[in-house]
């Protein structure tokens, strides 16, 4: 069963920056895509940001230019840094995979902007 498990979330002053952590427990390589989504209550989830198994990477528009996602295959890791963070980033943060048909998400983790 595949595990996804994001560490990284906190509070932070905006234009602050923060790291966020997706460690798989399968390696990262065997899933097509992987990603980030966020959600703020009584909100669809949204796409921040995505990476292919080839290395092309996707980003939502209103994070383009700001956040940064990355990948460690030694480490089964994908990153998202977070930089001039804004008070509507506040959200819970969830790491996303996908291979053929199925759909795998972490438990997501907080990330609050605020001053």
């Known amino acids: 069963q595949v595990q996804l498990m994001e560490s990284g979330g906190g509070s932070v002053q905006p234009g602050g920056s923060l790291k966020l952590s997706c460690a798989s427990s399968?390696?990262?390589?065997?899933?097509?895509?992987m990603g980030w989504y966020r959600q703020t209550p009584g909100k669809e989830r949204e796409l921040v940001a995505s990476?292919?198994?080839?290395?092309?990477?996707n980003y939502g528009d209103s994070v383009k230019g700001r956040f940064t996602i990355s990948r460690d295959g030694a480490k089964k890791t994908v990153y998202l840094q977070m930089n001039m963070l804004k008070p509507v980033d506040t959200a819970v943060y969830y790491c996303h995979a996908r291979v053929a048909s199925s759909t795998h998400w972490g438990q997501g983790t907080l990330v609050t902007v605020s001053s």
């Open positions: 399968e390696n990262i390589f065997f899933f097509n895509v």
């Open positions: 990476i292919n198994v080839g290395g092309v990477t």
